[in-house]
């Protein structure tokens, strides 16, 4: 049909529109000028991120892990923004990667997902040159959480670069070789994951041994008598305590013999596949397709994955 693309494109602007009214109804009956209720929802959401992003930082301090940053688009207003689209399905691919030995590095870290400036503010961090997707850091203190930190946060920006250009490049998608050109940008940026995760590890100077034994000394007498009885062959725990306790895991399958040790690595990448999803990510939330994907999508257009992550900030 001619007018098929024309009729899909208005049916999606006008899910976006009626969406938009339904979500600022609300705040017609505020007092002020629309400017101001601008600025105040801004404040709110701006408020609210920090709490995310503070709470993401806390949960790492507690469970002793390093904290891997997912670096957020500093302007994140509009989500059909393409650079904002692509850093989402970016980083949404390293956590729903199917490779097993990223899973498994992914579930030595507490991922969240910040702005530099939040960072710069939160922990005082200078931005690292470049536009690095995600960052390591340590475990920060607890005076660094509440505004000024006494003590310098160690940083270590991953090497995979932010720039979405060939993602961008296809944003509108509606042929099969520029969707194709999409996914296969999205499957370079995580084989680039794949080495520079590791690599950022080293550098910033993880020693896993010690990161287990600090993991397992916060776990209760219960939860490492289930993990004990698990690394000597018995029942497996709940995903939420299998990642909890996945660098002791992951240390004690290093003097396994092959296959058991790769038994253990299976167990904790599948369990953080699960995990992660179920106990999302402080300063995003997992969203389905994007408005108006669904009208959009020509016959026989390969589609993106169906989850990723949203940095929506919308009025």
């Known amino acids: 049909m001619p007018y098929a693309q024309p009729i899909r494109r ?18 017609r009956a505020a007092p002020g000028t629309l400017h101001e209720r601008y600025e105040q929802r801004l404040a709110r959401r701006a408020e609210e991120r920090r709490r995310q992003v503070q709470a993401g930082l806390a949960e790492a301090r507690a469970l002793g892990k390093p904290v891997l940053v997912l ?7 509009f989500e059909f923004d393409p650079d904002v689209a692509a850093r989402s399905r970016i980083l949404s ?14 579930a030595l870290l507490r991922p969240i997902a ?3 400036s939040e960072l710069q503010a939160i922990l005082g961090i200078a931005p690292p040159p470049g536009l690095p997707c995600a960052l390591l850091l340590d475990p920060p203190p607890e005076p ?15 090497a995979v670069d932010g720039r979405s250009a060939d993602f961008v490049a296809s944003a509108a998608a509606t042929t099969k070789d520029e969707r194709e050109r999409q996914l296969e940008f999205l499957r370079t940026k995580e084989r680039e994951f794949l080495t520079a995760l590791p690599q950022a590890m080293a550098a910033h100077g993880i020693d896993r041994a010690a ?7 916060r776990l209760s007498a219960g939860e490492q008598r289930a993990i004990r009885n698990w690394l000597d062959g018995g029942a497996q725990p709940e995903p939420a305590l299998l990642v909890r306790a996945a660098p002791w895991g992951l240390q004690a ?10 038994a253990l690595r299976t167990a904790v990448a599948t369990a953080f596949a699960q995990w992660i999803l179920a106990a999302g990510v402080p300063g995003a939330r997992w969203a389905g397709p994007a408005y108006g994907e669904a009208c959009l999508r020509e016959p026989n257009l390969p589609a993106l994955p169906d989850r990723h992550l949203s940095f929506h900030e919308a009025l």
């Open 10 to 27: 208005a049916v999606a602007l006008i899910t976006a529109l009626v969406a938009f009214g339904f979500h600022g109804r609300a705040q």
């Open 71 to 77: 670096v957020v688009p500093e302007a994140t207003f």
């Open 93 to 106: 691919g390293l956590l729903l990667t199917q490779d097993r030995d990223l899973r498994a590095a992914l």
């Open 114 to 116: 910040a702005k530099l």
């Open 144 to 158: 660094a959480l509440g505004r000024s930190a006494t003590t310098a946060v160690h940083c270590t920006p991953i």
């Open 211 to 217: 990161l287990a034994r600090a993991v397992e000394s």
């Open 253 to 262: 399958a290093e003097g396994l013999p092959a296959p058991s040790g790769l």
